[in-house]
């Protein structure tokens, strides 16, 4: 009877420790690490620093009715949060949408940008004597054969951004595939707007999940039975900016995940060795030749990227069919199509899909078909009437995602959400009326497109788990 109560005492002392560390452990954990925080909570945090009132002295006697009053309203705003959340459909990280940020309008920029685009030459002299030159002039006249519903918005404008996000959640896309261009560097037509990506980030994230990608459908069924909210993430799409090599993509790489790598709507990916790492499209990868691309990419080589704090997915743009065997010895994780255009080039044929996926599948490669709704450039390019692909009220687009569910692809990417010159938006438009005459979505609504994407990104996540069954 002693031995068992001295068993029970040492029990019940080995109990309370447990419940002492765990209670120290609980409280010193920081809201980042807490794998519950409201997404509330950078907003509140926000809300108290720039609070006039926190400031005035130090009168203890102030904080309870301050806290109560911040208590109470911040409780309101996450549930009206939430409500709203709800009402979009979950989002599929297996489809991406690449997202411009290079406008800019008179009011936050102090001129407008892009939408004044230049209309572009035919190369041929001849030919360009045919056609009309200069600038657009907005706000009526934009370079675009679109015209937006948000107008002639600038990029970088908070309500812009938070427009933009609810319309990708509306649309179901789990991934915003942002145009980037080094802090120093831009577009030929543009202005620098890698100041934008942390804005992007913190309205992205108010609409994130951390989820290994991997695992996310059982995952994302889980919490939507459960009645959570699933978040936006966001991807690089990175641009041949001026002088671009292996050296300086490195850098460059460097440079993202170290600034942006740890917000929670930074966007990575689990690979089948277990590794959770960002995911980079490469634009015009092609202008750099495969022997350039293995220094970066090549775990053999002595400055190679691999198995360093900056290893990451890199899919290469894939153009014509000789670029196949390229890609392959430069070192690329995979490989995706970007043009909208079918017939264009050999990657964004779509009956080529299924040789290209053969091809992927034999080489460990994973295989990114790009979809669009149509293609039309004549704003900027006026003479290029042979790429344009009427839309036929969404019929092209559901043709277009239906191929690319054929080819069983890893992921999907639409070209675009704004890519207002080239005709390939998704993003509301409307009808318009002035001396540019303008396309538009009638007789469908200006959600038409977002509607036609949330449809099949539920169809391809069914899909996806049939093939995995």
């Given at each position: 009877?002693?031995?068992?109560?001295?068993?029970?005492?040492?029990?019940?002392?080995?109990?309370?420790?447990?419940?002492?560390?765990?209670?120290?452990?609980?409280?010193?954990?920081?809201?980042?690490?807490?794998?519950?925080?409201?997404?509330?909570?950078?907003?509140?945090?926000?809300?108290?620093?720039?609070?006039?009132?926190?400031?005035?002295?130090?009168?203890?006697?102030?904080?309870?009715?301050?806290?109560?009053?911040?208590?109470?309203?911040?409780?309101?705003?996450?549930?009206?949060?939430?409500?709203?959340?709800?009402?979009?459909?979950?989002?599929?990280?297996?489809?991406?949408?690449?997202?411009?940020?290079?406008?800019?309008?008179?009011?936050?920029?102090?001129?407008?940008?892009?939408?004044?685009?230049?209309?572009?030459?035919?190369?041929?002299?001849?030919?360009?004597?045919?056609?009309?030159?200069?600038?657009?002039?907005?706000?009526?006249?934009?370079?675009?054969?679109?015209?937006?519903?948000?107008?002639?918005?600038?990029?970088?404008?908070?309500?812009?951004?938070?427009?933009?996000?609810?319309?990708?959640?509306?649309?179901?896309?789990?991934?915003?595939?942002?145009?980037?261009?080094?802090?120093?560097?831009?577009d030929d037509n543009g202005e620098p707007?890698?100041?934008?990506?942390?804005?992007?980030?913190?309205?992205?994230?108010?609409?994130?999940?951390?989820?290994?990608?991997?695992?996310?459908?059982?995952?994302?069924?889980?919490?939507?039975?459960?009645?959570?909210?699933?978040?936006?993430?966001?991807?690089?799409?990175?641009?041949?900016?001026?002088?671009?090599?292996?050296?300086?993509?490195?850098?460059?790489?460097?440079?993202?995940?170290?600034?942006?790598?740890?917000?929670?709507?930074?966007?990575?990916?689990?690979?089948?060795?277990?590794?959770?790492?960002?995911?980079?499209?490469?634009?015009?990868?092609?202008?750099?030749?495969?022997?350039?691309?293995?220094?970066?990419?090549?775990?053999?080589?002595?400055?190679?990227?691999?198995?360093?704090?900056?290893?990451?997915?890199?899919?290469?743009?894939?153009?014509?069919?000789?670029?196949?065997?390229?890609?392959?010895?430069?070192?690329?994780?995979?490989?995706?199509?970007?043009?909208?255009?079918?017939?264009?080039?050999?990657?964004?044929?779509?009956?080529?899909?299924?040789?290209?996926?053969?091809?992927?599948?034999?080489?460990?490669?994973?295989?990114?078909?790009?979809?669009?709704?149509?293609?039309?450039?004549?704003?900027?390019?006026?003479?290029?009437?042979?790429?344009?692909?009427?839309?036929?009220?969404?019929?092209?687009?559901?043709?277009?995602?239906?191929?690319?569910?054929?080819?069983?692809?890893?992921?999907?990417?639409?070209?675009?959400?704004?890519?207002?010159?080239?005709?390939?938006?998704?993003?509301?438009?409307?009808?318009?009326?002035?001396?540019?005459?303008?396309?538009?979505?009638?007789?469908?609504?200006?959600?038409?497109?977002?509607?036609?994407?949330?449809?099949?990104?539920?169809?391809?996540?069914?899909?996806?788990?049939?093939?995995?069954?």
């Amino acid at each position: 009877m002693a031995r068992f109560r001295r068993k029970s005492c040492i029990t019940l002392i080995a109990l309370v420790l447990l419940v002492l560390v765990v209670t120290v452990v609980l409280k010193a954990l920081s809201p980042e690490d807490s794998p519950f925080v409201s997404p509330g909570g950078v907003e509140l945090f926000a809300d108290r620093k720039n609070d006039p009132e926190s400031h005035k002295g130090n009168n203890n006697n102030n904080k309870p009715d301050k806290t109560k009053m911040n208590d109470s309203a911040q409780p309101d705003k996450d549930a009206e949060l939430a409500a709203t959340l709800r009402k979009f459909p979950p989002p599929n990280y297996y489809l991406h949408a690449f997202y411009y940020t290079w406008f800019g309008n008179p009011k936050l920029d102090g001129k407008y940008v892009h939408w004044d685009h230049p209309q572009m030459p035919h190369w041929d002299f001849k030919v360009a004597q045919g056609y009309p030159q200069g600038r657009h002039s907005p706000p009526d006249d934009i370079g675009s054969n679109f015209y937006p519903s948000l107008g002639a918005y600038s990029s970088r404008d908070p309500s812009i951004i938070e427009a933009h996000m609810q319309q990708l959640r509306t649309a179901a896309i789990g991934v915003a595939a942002v145009s980037w261009y080094p802090p120093d560097s831009k577009d030929d037509n543009g202005e620098p707007t890698d100041d934008i990506v942390p804005l992007l980030l913190e309205v992205a994230h108010k609409y994130h999940i951390k989820v290994c990608m991997k695992t996310a459908a059982a995952f994302v069924a889980r919490l939507v039975s459960k009645g959570s909210i699933l978040y936006l993430q966001v991807a690089f799409h990175i641009e041949p900016y001026q002088g671009r090599d292996e050296v300086n993509m490195f850098t460059n790489v460097k440079y993202i995940i170290e600034k942006y790598g740890k917000h929670p709507a930074f966007f990575k990916y689990q690979t089948n060795t277990g590794k959770l790492l960002p995911l980079f499209y490469v634009y015009d990868s092609y202008l750099m030749n495969s022997e350039q691309w293995s220094k970066l990419l090549k775990h053999t080589e002595s400055k190679s990227i691999r198995d360093t704090p900056y290893d990451a997915i890199f899919l290469a743009l894939l153009v014509d069919e000789k670029h196949k065997r390229d890609i392959l010895t430069a070192g690329f994780d995979g490989v995706y199509t970007y043009f909208a255009t079918n017939g264009f080039s050999y990657g964004s044929t779509q009956r080529n899909w299924a040789s290209i996926k053969a091809f992927c599948e034999d080489n460990n490669l994973l295989f990114v078909p790009s979809v669009g709704p149509g293609y039309i450039d004549t704003s900027i390019r006026p003479w290029n009437f042979q790429n344009t692909r009427n839309r036929i009220n969404g019929k092209y687009y559901e043709t277009s995602l239906s191929a690319a569910l054929e080819a069983r692809p890893d992921f999907i990417s639409i070209t675009s959400f704004n890519e207002w010159h080239e005709g390939t938006q998704i993003e509301m438009a409307i009808p318009k009326t002035s001396q540019t005459v303008y396309l538009d979505y009638l007789p469908n609504k200006p959600t038409i497109y977002l509607e036609i994407t949330r449809k099949w990104a539920a169809i391809f996540g069914g899909e996806r788990r049939r093939w995995q069954e």
